[in-house]
């Protein structure tokens, strides 16, 4: 009986330690895949970044433009006003 609970014991041991094992391989593989999520949120939060800036820039091309082609307008309508005066004037 004494060699029957020694060869138990022995089983016992090696079952446990295959666990222990498992465990260890499970915990690294989570380890593993937490990093891998949050570079993945990192990637994604500069993805958004960027994007929230390259539209940014667009918005403030845009009102550069419209100030732009307003200033223009702006020249372009005083520079007829100006003309219409000058020919009033020589008339």
Request: glycine residues 2%; without cysteine.
């Amino acid at each position: 009986m004494d060699g029957f609970t020694m060869l138990d014991k022995h089983y016992n041991m090696n079952e446990n330690q295959q666990k222990v094992a498992v465990m260890e391989n499970r915990i690294k593989r989570l380890h593993f895949e937490e990093g891998r999520a949050r570079k993945m949120a990192n990637v994604a939060q500069n993805r958004a970044e960027n994007m929230l800036d390259a539209r940014k820039r667009h918005f403030q091309d845009l009102v550069l433009k419209k100030n732009f082609h307003t200033q223009q307008k702006n020249q372009m309508e005083q520079q007829n006003y100006e003309n219409r005066r000058m020919k009033a004037m020589q008339r």
